[in-house]
């Protein structure tokens, strides 16, 4: 998979970015998601779960969700999340974005599998 961060509008010169996207395999294009609106969703729902959210990671990190379409994130873990919040907030999230949500625990990485990823992580 590729990243492609897209510029958008009259403040694209600021070296910001706007908004974030992908292009699949096979030249498929996934839509784009509004940096602005991502972030709004994102802080709902920390709002109401145990975690934090600190990365965009490349589709197929959280290999649990499925969908070409699905964005996989990397979060801290939080006193007091279990399981069953986790998968809340996933569901949370995806019902905000309109695509299926992966979220991966920095805490449950280690050794190459942890590296891999943080490299692939595009901070928020």
Known sequence: ?????????????????????????????????????????????EQDHPLKIVALLPRGAAPHVEGDDAVDFLAEKREGL????LT???????????????IVLAS?????EKARVERSARPL
Do not use: C, F, Q, Y
């Open 88 to 102: 809340s907030a996933e569901l949370d999230l995806a019902a905000r974005l309109g695509r299926p949500v992966g």
């Open 1 to 45: 998979m590729e990243w492609r961060t897209a510029r958008l509008g009259a403040d694209a010169d600021d070296g910001g970015w706007r908004a974030v996207g992908w292009r699949a395999e096979g030249g498929m294009n996934v839509p784009i998601l509004d940096r602005s609106t991502l972030l709004k969703h994102i802080r709902a729902v």
């Open 82 to 85: 279990s399981l069953l919040g």
């Open 108 to 112: 449950e990485l280690s050794g190459t």
